[in-house]
């Protein structure tokens, strides 16, 4: 099983990225889907889940209205649009993949965890 996230870059304040994990040897319809994120210094972060057969999303209170994720059955990918960057998203960004998601406990998230992109909210 492999997950490779992809996507990251230096973005200024108010700007977008998508990030896209791409998936090989599982099927991610049948797995949720997790996004988590560490910045330099910091503890490990949920920031949204995207639960198996698209039952549902859930979101981290600080990326709440502003990320979206989204399931490409087909290419067997997951993305994260990120919308309204700040400063304060910069970390780097990895994809797991598990049967549940711990947004909430995310140094607790088990499963298949891919290589991780950067992101640089900066002015």
């Known amino acids: 099983v492999q997950l490779q996230a992809s996507g990251g870059g230096l973005v200024q304040p108010g700007g977008s990225l998508r990030l896209s994990c791409a998936v090989s040897g599982l099927t991610v319809r049948q797995f949720a889907i997790g996004w988590f994120r560490q910045a330099p210094g910091k503890e490990r972060e949920g920031v949204s889940c995207?639960?198996?057969?698209?039952?549902?999303?859930s979101y981290a209170d600080p990326v709440q209205g502003r990320f979206t994720t989204s399931r490409d059955n087909a290419k067997n990918a997951v993305y994260l649009q990120m919308n309204n960057l700040k400063p304060e998203d910069s970390a780097v960004y990895y994809c797991?993949?598990?049967?549940?998601?711990?947004?909430?406990?995310?140094?607790?998230?088990?499963?298949?965890w891919g290589q991780g992109t950067q992101v640089t909210v900066s002015s």
């Open positions: 797991v993949a598990d049967v549940n998601c711990a947004v909430e406990d995310p140094l607790n998230q088990k499963g298949y």
């Open positions: 995207i639960l198996s057969d698209n039952i549902g999303t």
